[in-house]
């Protein structure tokens, strides 16, 4: 997240846009990891890590989309 933040900040975001910018793009990459059934992968890998809000929402949200 921190990475994703400055690269935003370098773009030229201000900081309230940067951290907009994080936190859609970590729910965007969390739903495509779930999409591919990777995240549940990772989710293994690293345990309650992965459920923090913002991915773990994504992914709550994706998964039984899936499934239906």
Not at 3 to 10: K, T
Not at 39 to 46: G, H, P, Q, S, T
């Amino acid at each position: 997240g921190q990475l994703l933040f400055w690269a935003y900040m370098q773009a030229g975001l201000t900081e309230t846009h940067a951290r907009i910018a994080v936190s859609v793009t970590l729910i965007g990459i969390a739903a495509v990891l779930t999409a591919f059934k990777v995240f549940d992968n990772i989710a293994k890998l690293a345990g309650a890590g992965t459920i923090v809000p913002i991915t773990g929402f994504a992914n709550s949200v994706v998964s039984p989309a899936m499934e239906y």
